[in-house]
């Protein structure tokens, strides 16, 4: 029964190898940009971006209410002052920074190369590295040739 089960995976996978396009196979050296700064914007934002976490970072839980009265008084007022929130980190500042550089031509263009669904219509493309960074690119729908 094993072995039915590997033939009929192994034949599934060959229907399914044979009707994907053969775009999603290109080599990355293999892809053509019409703007001649691209390749170098997405490798200066890849190497901004390669240290900022996948995951958000855990924020501190607030210091544990005292029982002095002035003390509790002069925290709440001192609280008042900060910026509630997350605070962006010098990784994401700067990941952030060149993400805001990148030439929205060049990110539509790398996309063009995903399936049809995400090119064929117009789509807003949003990048959040941060609660206070996101990016967002415009690319208008296009027909391949």
């Not at 775009?23 to 050296?29: D, M, V």
Request: glycine share 4%.
């Amino acid at each position: 029964m094993a072995n039915f089960g590997v033939l009929m995976l192994f034949i599934f996978s060959a229907m399914f190898y044979v009707a994907m396009p053969n775009n999603l196979t290109l080599i990355p050296e293999q892809i053509t940009f019409p703007h001649p700064l691209c390749r170098s914007q997405i490798a200066l934002v890849n190497f901004a971006c390669a240290m900022v976490p996948v995951l958000p970072m855990p924020q501190h839980p607030p210091p544990p209410a005292d029982g002095n009265g002035h003390r509790h008084r002069h925290r709440r007022r001192h609280r008042h002052r900060h910026r509630h929130g997350s605070h962006e980190t010098p990784e994401q500042r700067y990941c952030c920074e060149w993400l805001r550089q990148m030439d929205t031509l060049c990110v539509c263009e790398i996309l063009y190369h995903l399936p049809p669904f995400l090119w064929k219509p117009n789509h807003k493309y949003t990048v959040v590295v941060d609660d206070e960074c996101s990016v967002t690119f415009l690319c208008e729908g296009r027909q391949r040739l």
